[in-house]
């Protein structure tokens, strides 16, 4: 196996070229002076750890959210982890989760001592809860759902079953900053709600950064002790802890974007939408069906593909930065096998059939409409070729 320090300045590089791309971030902060005014006088202050910017982004999210308590810390992986640990879930625990999702998921309760075990997705690749009961043992501690691409998971029919059989519900909620489900936010129905300020998630900053939202005041002081060395004043430790907190800077910069966090969310919408309107009238693409009682926010915009590697390719000849996000489920990576939970191809059909045909297309505030219709026609100039050919 070869081990790189770092494959992401290549890998950025390689994939910033079409210009239809998922990386928007120049667009972004075109404005960026106005944050390094916000920088400047934090500087002068010196406020760098826990300062005063982070408190001020706690409260914009506690505002957005409705959540009573928010806690920043180093990054969604954090969030999620810290979360475990605050509920006391370890060794010997085990936590339901899904199988499609992103490694940090996974690597957050690994990291906690716990085991995840895997439920399936539905169509609409999120964990599929009819699925939930018989996964559950003497060991389950949790329910993990993961809100995928932006569209929050059945919280009604989760909260139902966590309830009946006494577990948790740790959401994570990463790709679903401002979506709603029946009115109220994602992250704030479980225990706690965990996300990401990932520099292409929808609400994002300069590297890293995360925080959990949660109603509980006991979980609220766990996770504040937990993020900083578990001191409760500069020289008592009550907790032997981490080191997870929000660093100022990034705070600063989130919360500047926090101030379009509605325009962002809204374009994403109007993107989404005109793409399910033109892409359900391809045959060979399977777009999601949308429930009106749900505000997704497409973190990703993600559709379904005939032949999807080589529409991979024929995009990306194009100069359309279309992706996969994943190719390879959960319980089928090397680091799963590593660690003998016995899992094996077969095991979730819906989740395996999802990571060979997925394909997300960039849906983000600054594609414009032309770039969209120049998208659509591109897909149906593969198809119609494809047809041609055979
Ligand atoms: C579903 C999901 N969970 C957790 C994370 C982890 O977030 P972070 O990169 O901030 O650690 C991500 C990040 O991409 C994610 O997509």
């Not at 060979?356 to 198809?383: A, G, M």
């Amino acid at each position: 196996m070869s081990v790189k320090h770092s494959f992401l300045p290549q890998q950025y590089d390689e994939t910033a070229k079409p210009s239809i791309n998922h990386n928007y971030l120049k667009e972004q902060f075109a404005d960026y002076k106005k944050i390094f005014k916000e920088i400047e006088k934090l500087v002068q202050k010196c406020d760098f750890t826990l300062g005063r910017p982070v408190e001020e982004f706690e409260k914009n999210i506690a505002k957005l959210t409705g959540a009573k308590y928010v806690i920043g810390v180093g990054s969604g992986t954090d969030a999620l982890f810290l979360s475990l640990k605050a509920l006391g879930i370890g060794e010997g625990d085990e936590v339901i989760t899904t199988p499609y999702t992103f490694h940090a998921t996974i690597g957050a309760i690994v990291a906690a001592g716990a085991r995840p075990v895997f439920v399936d997705i539905n169509e609409d690749y999120n964990i599929n809860p009819e699925l939930i009961e018989q996964a559950i043992t003497a060991k389950t501690k949790a329910i993990l759902p993961v809100h995928w691409s932006g569209l929050c998971c059945n919280m009604d029919k989760i909260m139902a079953i966590a309830k009946k059989h006494g577990l948790y519900v740790v959401e994570d909620a990463c790709h679903t900053i401002n979506a709603k489900y029946k009115n109220k936010s994602p992250g704030t129905f479980g225990t706690t709600g965990c996300f990401s300020l990932h520099p292409l998630k929808n609400l994002n900053a300069w590297g890293d950064g995360g925080f959990v939202v949660t109603n509980s005041k006991d979980v609220h002081d766990k996770l504040v002790l937990l993020r900083n060395h578990g001191l409760i004043n500069r020289d008592e430790c009550v907790l032997h802890a981490y080191n997870s907190r929000l660093d100022s800077i990034q705070a600063i910069v989130a919360n500047h974007l926090f101030k379009k966090i509605e325009h962002i969310t809204n374009s994403r919408i109007r993107n989404a939408r005109f793409f399910d309107q033109e892409l359900a009238k391809i045959p060979e693409i399977t777009v999601s069906k949308r429930d009106p009682a749900i505000k997704q926010v497409f973190h990703i915009y993600v559709i379904r593909a005939k032949d999807r590697d080589k529409l991979q390719q024929y995009l990306i000849q194009n100069d359309i930065d279309a992706k996969v996000h994943y190719p390879i489920p959960m319980h089928l990576q090397p680091a799963a096998k590593a660690k003998k939970w016995k899992y094996k191809k077969g095991d979730f059909p819906v989740a395996e059939a999802i990571c060979k045909s997925v394909l997300s297309l960039p849906v983000h505030e600054f594609i414009t409409r032309e770039q969209q219709k120049y998208v659509v026609k591109k897909i149906k100039e593969f198809y119609n070729e494809s047809k041609s050919r055979d």
